[in-house]
């Protein structure tokens, strides 16, 4: 029997996030990427009232770093491992309750744009970590790459997947096969790009989530000057073409800039935790908005609004620097 991914709303029992330690990556905002993530490990904790979470640290001096951020509870894990984005180098687990295992698909640092050292390692690191079967798997997969609402219906990006510097020889149909072996889907709604200025060649989880079964929130324009108001309206075309799934409005940020550049901030790089919903805000008009939306998606648990600017600066958001462990 093949098991299938859970959706994200299904019960946790732990999340890894990533802790920022390389400077470089970041900007000069490493100080404001870490404070960022730390907000987000402690409201994912919620007090105790929340999922265990262990904090992805470097080495011990990281650490002690970490330990003056974070919450009473919040537990580190000290490893080595490259970038923080451990939605795409950490495992994905498929199955629940006892029948758990975990996936390693070949990591190739989006294409080759990002090498680090310790990103192809850490996912066997926190599987074995978990104390779960693993199995590895010889194609490139992110998991910013796809969203799943766990009933076997997936979404993913053409622009990514289907990108000549991941899977070179691989088909649509080939990867549409693979995903149903190695992680349960069996209806692959294919998006088109994802947000510009996205390094990832355009994660699905800045663009499009599932909020249910059947159930996809796809961003609205902000305004005018939103830069991808084109990119929202082809996913909303494409999802309504498919068929059978409910479209959910969700507020863009609009442009948002980092060191002039569009950078690919989303309010869709929200993380569904057991007691909160963390949405990423920019200090811009539709923060709360955003907040207000989710916490209508989902009220059975507490949505809450942490500042990204920092975190963003490095490329990605939240969502991105997580991998839960389902329970």
């Keep these: 029997m093949t098991l299938i991914m859970p959706a994200e709303w299904a019960p946790h029992q732990a999340v890894w996030i990533g802790f920022p330690h390389l400077a470089d990556e970041w900007s000069g ?3 404001a990427a870490r404070r960022d993530v730390a907000a987000f490990a402690n409201a994912v ?12 640290v470097r080495d011990h001096a990281n650490a002690d770093v970490a330990e003056t951020l974070l ?7 000290v490893a080595p491992f490259g970038d923080i984005w451990l939605r795409d180098t950490g495992p994905i687990t498929v199955g629940t309750g006892t029948r758990r295992e975990a996936r390693n698909f070949d990591f190739n ?3 080759n744009k990002f090498v680090m050292p310790g990103d192809r390692e850490v996912g066997a690191i926190l ?6 079967p693993t199995q590895h798997l010889d194609w490139v997969l992110e998991g910013g790459g796809i969203d799943v609402d766990g009933t076997g219906l997936c979404a993913t990006t053409e622009e990514c997947l ?3 510097n991941r899977n070179p020889t691989l088909t649509r149909d080939d990867i549409s096969v693979r995903l149903h072996q190695s992680l349960g889907t069996d209806r692959l709604l294919w998006l088109g790009n994802g947000l510009v200025g996205d390094h990832t060649d355009g994660h699905v989880d800045n663009l499009a989530r599932f909020v249910g079964e059947g159930r996809l929130a796809l961003p609205v324009a902000a305004g005018d000057d939103d830069p991808n108001a084109h990119i929202y309206a082809d996913a909303r075309a494409r999802t309504a073409a498919f068929g059978g799934i409910e479209i ?3 507020p863009s940020p609009g442009r948002i800039e980092i060191d002039g550049e569009i950078a690919a901030a989303s309010y869709m790089n929200f993380y569904i935790g057991n007691s909160v919903v963390v949405v990423p805000t920019y200090g811009a008009q539709n923060d709360q908005a955003a907040v207000d939306a989710l916490a209508a998606l989902f009220p059975d648990r507490r949505a809450v609004g942490v500042p990204a600017r920092g975190i963003i600066a490095g490329g990605g958001s939240f969502h991105c620097s997580s991998q839960q462990l389902p329970a």
Excluded: K, M, S
């Design 162 to 164: 289907l990108n000549p």
């Design 248 to 250: 959910v409005d969700l």
């Design 71 to 77: 919450d009473e509870g919040v537990q580190l894990l």
């Design 45 to 56: 904790h919620d007090g105790g009232r929340g999922e265990t979470v262990h904090l992805l």
């Design 109 to 111: 640092w989006w294409g």
């Design 29 to 31: 905002q490493i100080d």
């Design 127 to 132: 599987a074995a970590h978990a104390d779960l």
